[in-house]
């Protein structure tokens, strides 16, 4: 069965005085409209695997997540909107914050785990779930074969050709279904990935394990650190941006991934002339932890 859920994603052109110097034309997939909780590629990642749980009668997603987790969030606000019921184990010591209080807001039940007992989700689930038939499991991120059909469908949109397309990486699985989507419906796209963590060649394995067929090229110097890191560098030219352009973007995700952009555009790694798509993943409630810097 399907969802009744109406979105919006439209594909912009960006105006850059960068791109046009180097004769670069940039766009935008504007997947941060889509929904402000459900998120970007996090409905994406969702969509089938709600679809699987509806038709396998489970009503009760349990999910997986730092305390900071735009995934967590779309999952309960997602539960709510559909009707199931959601539980998330969340890694580390109890904690408050506005992710989690939304997360309340909409219903989820939230527990906090070791991050011992966290490493291993498969067994938490077994531990906790075994014994309720309405459980439906689903990984940390949404990493799953779901996600990456969910998320062919942001090639599948688009009315332009593109010679690169770039996203943020943080599991791989968009990444692996944008690479998938390509090789259907953009065969001349090249697509990049920016690891927004440190060591981010791991991204290579996990993107073909989702899909072993797949080309992706990947930019790991542009971690700014690690995983939710940044540099006076990063935040400078986030606020240059929003102030530009009116489109918000934020340090865990997308900041890195525009910064790399630019940066490559800047060091002429494209040839003049060519089309480059940037997938706004959203998860702009990502600021509210990095507030501070700003
Ligand atoms: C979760 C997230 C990503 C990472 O997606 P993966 O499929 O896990 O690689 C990218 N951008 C945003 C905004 C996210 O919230």
Request: glycine share 8%.
């Amino acid at each position: 069965m399907e969802f009744n859920f109406d979105f919006f994603s439209p594909e912009q052109s960006l105006i850059s005085p960068l791109g046009e110097e180097k004769g670069i034309k940039i766009f935008i997939k504007r997947d941060d409209m889509i929904h402000p909780y459900i998120s970007g590629n996090k409905w994406r990642k969702l969509k089938y695997l709600l679809i699987k749980a509806r038709d396998q009668n489970k009503n009760h997603l349990v999910t997986f997540g730092g305390n900071w987790s735009n995934h967590i969030l779309a999952t309960a606000a997602a539960a709510a909107q559909f009707k199931f019921k959601s539980t998330a184990y969340i890694r580390g010591e109890k904690v408050d914050n506005s992710i989690l209080s939304l997360c309340k807001l909409f219903g989820m039940n939230i527990h906090f785990v070791t991050r011992d007992e966290y490493k291993n989700k498969e067994e938490l689930f077994q531990k906790y779930h075994d014994n309720d038939p309405s459980s439906f499991f689903i990984n940390e991120g949404g990493y799953s074969i779901e996600a990456v059909k969910g998320c062919e469908e942001i090639i599948s949109e688009l009315t332009e050709r593109y010679d690169h397309i770039f996203a943020a990486c943080g599991t791989g699985a968009t990444l692996a279904g944008l690479a998938k989507g390509a090789s259907k419906f953009q065969p001349n796209a090249h697509i990049h990935g920016i690891p927004v963590l440190k060591g981010g060649d791991f991204i290579e394995t996990a993107v073909h394990n989702l899909c072993p067929e797949v080309k992706i090229n990947l930019h790991t110097d542009y971690h700014f650190g690690g995983y939710a890191k940044t540099k006076p560098e990063l935040i400078e030219f986030i606020k240059n941006f929003c102030k530009d352009t009116g489109i918000l973007i934020e340090p865990v995700y997308t900041g890195k991934l525009f910064f790399a952009v630019m940066d490559l555009i800047s060091k002429n790694h494209f040839k003049k002339g060519e089309h480059i798509l940037i997938l706004h993943s959203g998860g702009l409630t990502g600021f509210l932890g990095q507030q501070a810097k700003f």
